[in-house]
Nanobody, 124 residues
């Protein structure tokens, strides 16, 4: 089970940190990802991280502004979001899976476990 938290309203240029705790037992192969769904749009990939070796991947739209990290002792993944823009407004979801290959990290359909969303609203 995944529990996401940390969303809320923020002004343009501000920061938020999202957290996602995984209560299930994980393995070195577990990948945790963040996706988002802007209003009226499809769900899109944001970032992902391997719990085993810490390898990361980011969507081009967030590179240099968002940072994904992990705390393996807590089975928790964080998404630090800086320099937020109105176009970052979305419901953010965390997801996890233990069977992904690197090329699948950005594919939402490949993740078997999802948390509830947390709303991020960036005002101009």
């Amino acid at each position: 089970q995944l529990q996401a938290s940390g969303g809320g309203p923020v002004q343009t240029g501000g920061s938020l940190r999202l957290s996602c705790a995984l209560s299930e037992r994980t393995s070195w192969r577990t990948v945790m990802g963040w996706f988002r769904q802007p209003p009226g749009k499809e769900r899109e990939f944001v970032a992902a991280i391997s719990l085993g070796d810490g390898n990361k991947a980011y969507a081009d739209s967030v590179k240099g502004r968002f940072t994904i990290s992990r705390d393996t002792a807590k089975n928790t993944v964080y998404l630090q979001m800086d320099n937020l823009k109105p176009e970052d407004t979305a419901v953010y979801y965390c997801a996890a899976d233990g069977t992904l290959i690197r090329s699948s990290w950005s594919n939402a359909a490949q993740y078997g476990y999802w948390g509830q969303g947390t709303q991020v609203t960036v005002s101009s």
